[in-house]
């Protein structure tokens, strides 16, 4: 179920905040404190350790602050760069990067805390990695479509238009089809250009969110045992919301 509640937020915002214009900082700071308030309440509820007490073996410093360092990588830095990038190049293509955190975090779980990788594990991480590769191919094999597509119309009107008038060079109609040529061409390569830089910052923004976020699940896998689950959101996300309001 969790892929698929992500899936219904990740189009929510898209179609809701960022359609009018709502800033990364904005969403995550209101998105920290609405949580925080679920999970206080679940808290008392299902209480803040597995053994339904504040029991001081569990809730030491040195695991606090490492909980508030994965909320400050994973949240405060991780969900801006996230929600930036849903701005930049929408939630279809989010998605794709996304689905590198689980491999990504397999990877670090490797290295830092010794868990076995599985064959199909790697075989996965394999795929996902070359999807999201074929992704970042097709956006940029459109906008160098778009931009050729653009020129090429540009010229045959052009050319059409001397055949057919077969007028001096400097016949003032032609000057003006020639100057609007030339703008329309210019229109067009700049547009691609910026979409293009936009693409770039958006995919750059959601890979450094993997990497960040992937860390900050490594420091709460490792420093989290004994708490809930509600415990430890509260933590991690009512410090974010704490330090962005």
Request: glycine share 8%; hydrophobic share 45%; net charge negative.
């Amino acid at each position: 179920l969790a892929p698929l509640f992500m899936t219904m937020g990740f189009f929510i915002w898209d179609v809701r905040w960022t359609s009018s214009g709502g800033s990364a900082f904005a969403l995550n700071m209101y998105k920290c404190l609405s949580a925080s308030i679920g999970f206080i309440i679940m808290c008392f509820i299902r209480g803040f350790s597995n053994m339904g007490t504040i029991s001081a073996d569990v809730f030491t410093t040195s695991n606090i602050g490492y909980l508030l360092l994965s909320s400050t990588l994973g949240i405060i830095v991780g969900d801006l760069l996230w929600l930036e990038a849903l701005r930049l190049i929408g939630a279809k293509h989010v998605i794709v990067i996304d689905s590198i955190k689980p491999f990504a975090a397999a990877i670090l779980g490797r290295i830092f805390l010794q868990e076995n990788i599985k064959p199909p594990t790697w075989g996965g991480m394999i795929l996902t990695v070359l999807g999201v590769g074929v992704v970042s191919w097709e956006e940029q094999s459109k906008a160098s479509r778009s931009k050729g597509d653009a020129e090429n119309e540009c010229d045959d009107t052009h050319a059409e238009h001397k055949i057919e008038s077969n007028r001096p060079n400097n016949d003032p109609d032609d000057i003006e089809t020639k100057q609007i040529c030339s703008q329309n061409t210019d229109n067009t390569s700049s547009i691609p250009d910026d979409e293009r830089n936009r693409y770039w910052r958006g995919y750059t923004c959601a890979i450094f969110n993997v990497l960040a976020d992937s860390f900050g699940s490594l420091l709460t896998k490792q420093h989290g045992i004994g708490m809930t689950t509600w415990a430890i959101n509260l933590l991690r996300f009512g410090f974010a919301g704490i330090i962005l309001l």
